[in-house]
């Protein structure tokens, strides 16, 4: 019985992981193995990085707030709770926002919240 070889489906699989692997340094590129071996960690980075940007961001949305209400003497815990006391219901990305480009009716919010 002939060999079963499949130079044409393997080569196709190859050319695609080494396609993936542009931009890798030496033989992260050119080998298939060590292609193969970077391309699925990078894989592996980019699933873990989709949940941490999240967290990132979040953290980034926080530390404007807190730097934001300080400038009107009120530390950033004290203002979120003030907030769930009046009952507004705006979230820190927004919150984050205006303190950047509104200024002025960021700081006409923290005020209402205050009294």
Do not use: C
């Not at 990078?42 to 999240?54: E, I, P, V």
């Not at 934001?68 to 950033?76: I, K």
């Not at 203002?79 to 820190?92: A, P, S, T, Y």
């Amino acid at each position: 019985m002939p060999r079963a070889n499949s130079p044409i489906p393997r080569h196709r699989r190859h050319r695609k992981i080494v396609k993936l692997a542009k931009g890798q340094y030496g033989a992260r590129r050119k080998l298939y193995k060590t292609a193969a071996e970077a391309v699925e960690r990078g894989w592996q980075y980019a699933y873990r990085d989709r949940r941490n940007k999240k967290r990132s961001f979040r953290k980034l949305w926080i530390t404007r707030i807190n730097a934001a209400v300080r400038q009107h003497g009120l530390s950033y815990s004290r203002f979120i709770h003030l907030l769930d006391e009046k009952g507004v219901e705006i979230n820190r990305k927004q919150l984050s926002d205006m303190a950047v480009r509104e200024p002025e009716s960021f700081a006409k919010l923290v005020e209402s919240v205050k009294k």
